[in-house]
């Protein structure tokens, strides 16, 4: 109880801050609609805070809670933003073999909860030098923006995943524009996102926006995946600066505690250019106490969001 206590006193400044800049966000949509020039400005930096929100994928801390455990466990950490990992044996249940009964369900759980499913994290990548392959990745992809639909959520990510030996790494660029294009019109259909994680050999930043030059739907955007390897080259504002205008809703972040990455700089950058989206812990760490671990990572995001609206920034 001391540990959670002290957790709770924490976060008691905390939550008036973002509670304020929610609040502030809410007066500028009502001012807008009255003036919409003297809208812009002094209430956009709480603004932008307010909408970039922390939010939990259930990879490996969430593997085995059930979706009433999990929204159980996200209320309790004060994290209010779920991404559901499928093709594997996740307690939720929640897969492209759900019923329609199953998927009724799952969407009326969460919409009767203040945790919104903000995401589905397919495990189908473009890269497939087999077209039997590729076929049967982008017809699941396909399926699973309906699973994402029908329970409620609004995306699905993606992988280009990886080269191969074999075939010259323009062609499978080019490929995966094209599978992924072929996806993204199927997005419009239902509604929903497709998210180009940038995950594997093929998902660097530049081979990202490589691939995003190609692409013509519109709702295929990225998301970042906070690899360290995104620092190298001319360092990670550059390659920021890449594809940040392809990106999407959601976002992978990983150990915040970890100073191998620069995760006060993206939110820096996040925030300045107006991001609106969920930045979701995808943890894999072994810890004593999960809902303990999360609860202290979405203070150390909040703590970064904070530091980026102070005046030097």
């Known amino acids: 109880m001391g540990v959670y206590s002290s957790?709770?006193?924490?976060?008691?400044?905390?939550?008036?801050?973002?509670?304020?800049?929610f609040k502030t966000a809410l007066g500028a949509c009502a001012l807008s609609a009255i003036d919409p020039l003297n809208a812009m400005g002094a209430d956009s930096a709480p603004k932008r805070a307010a909408n970039v929100r922390f939010g939990f994928t259930t990879y490996t801390w969430g593997k085995d809670w059930d979706i009433p455990t999990l929204i159980a466990n996200c209320q309790k950490a004060g994290?209010?933003?779920?991404?559901?990992?499928?093709?594997?044996?996740?307690?939720?249940?929640v897969e492209?073999?759900?019923?329609?009964?199953?998927?009724?369900?799952?969407?009326?759980?969460?919409?009767?909860?203040?945790?919104?499913?903000?995401?589905?994290?397919?495990?189908?990548r473009m890269d497939w030098p087999e077209p039997a392959k590729l076929k049967e990745a982008i017809e699941n992809a396909k399926a699973h923006l309906k699973l994402s639909h029908d329970v409620g959520s609004s995306g699905v990510r993606v992988f280009p995943n990886q080269f191969h030996p074999a075939v010259p790494k323009e062609?499978?660029?080019?490929?995966?524009?094209?599978?992924?294009?072929?996806?993204?019109?199927?997005?419009?259909?239902?509604?929903?996102?497709?998210?180009?994680?940038?995950?594997?050999?093929?998902?660097e930043l530049t081979t990202i926006r490589a691939i995003m030059d190609q692409v013509t739907q519109p709702l295929?955007?990225?998301?970042?995946?906070?690899?360290?390897?995104?620092?190298?080259?001319?360092?990670?504002e550059k390659n920021f600066d890449l594809v940040k205008k392809f990106l999407g809703h959601t976002l992978h972040v990983h150990n915040l505690?970890?100073?191998?990455?620069?995760?006060?700089?993206?939110?820096?950058?996040?925030?300045k250019m107006g991001w609106d989206g969920w930045a979701l812990l995808e943890a894999s760490d072994t810890v004593s106490d999960r809902v303990?671990?999360?609860?202290?990572?979405?203070?150390?995001?909040?703590?970064?969001?904070?530091?980026s609206l102070l005046p030097t920034h």
């Open 7 to 21: 957790i709770l006193n924490q976060d008691s400044s905390r939550r008036e801050f973002f509670s304020g800049a």
């Open 79 to 93: 994290v209010f933003g779920v991404e559901l990992r499928t093709s594997g044996k996740y307690a939720h249940g």
């Open 96 to 124: 492209l073999a759900s019923s329609p009964q199953d998927r009724s369900e799952a969407r009326k759980r969460f919409a009767d909860s203040p945790v919104r499913l903000v995401s589905i994290a397919s495990a189908e």
């Open 171 to 203: 062609k499978t660029i080019e490929q995966i524009a094209k599978a992924l294009n072929e996806v993204g019109a199927c997005a419009a259909d239902y509604g929903q996102e497709v998210r180009l994680e940038s995950h594997g050999p093929a998902g």
């Open 220 to 236: 295929v955007r990225v998301a970042l995946n906070c690899d360290t390897r995104d620092t190298q080259g001319e360092g990670f």
């Open 257 to 271: 505690k970890e100073a191998k990455f620069p995760y006060q700089l993206q939110v820096d950058l996040l925030v």
């Open 292 to 307: 303990l671990a999360l609860t202290e990572q979405r203070q150390l995001w909040e703590r970064m969001v904070e530091h």
